[in-house]
Nanobody, 124 residues
Framework: DVQLVESGGGLVQAGRSLTLSCRAS????????VAWFRQAPGKERQGVSFISVNDGRTAYADSVKGRFAISTDDAKSTAYLQMNSLRPEDTATYYC?????????????????WGQGTQVTVSS
């Protein structure tokens, strides 16, 4: 079984940066697609960023394009979400998700493995 553990969340001022990490255990991300989702209080969970690990194809929500970047390490054991120019509206719990043969970004039903989430709070 695959376990995902997110880290890197915290409280930051608007305009600053944070990098979230999603570490896989039980498997590497080889052959997987990995996505970051977020959920703010009272709102539905939404897709933020997606990467097909082996071919490097990425996708981003319009709200984060140009500010966020998803990547994996060379060992394909950790996925990252670099978040720049953070805004108060980026405040949410961020979740990492992964699945094999996941081809359409942000389709939550396709995600098999989920992390526990990490809180990101952006103050104005």
């Amino acid at each position: 079984d695959v376990q995902l553990v997110e880290s890197g969340g915290g409280l930051v001022q608007a305009g600053r940066s944070l990098t979230l990490s999603c570490r896989a255990s039980g498997s590497t991300f080889d052959g997987f697609a990995v996505a970051w989702f977020r959920q703010a209080p009272g709102k539905e969970r939404q897709g933020v960023s997606f990467i097909s690990v082996n071919d490097g194809r990425t996708a981003y929500a319009d709200s984060v394009k140009g500010r966020f970047a998803i990547s994996t390490d060379d060992a394909k054991s950790t996925a990252y979400l670099q978040m720049n120019s953070l805004r108060p509206e980026d405040t949410a719990t961020y979740y990492c998700a992964a699945a094999l043969r996941w081809t359409i970004p942000f389709v939550q039903e396709a995600a098999i493995y989920w992390g526990q989430g990490t809180q990101v709070t952006v103050s104005s």
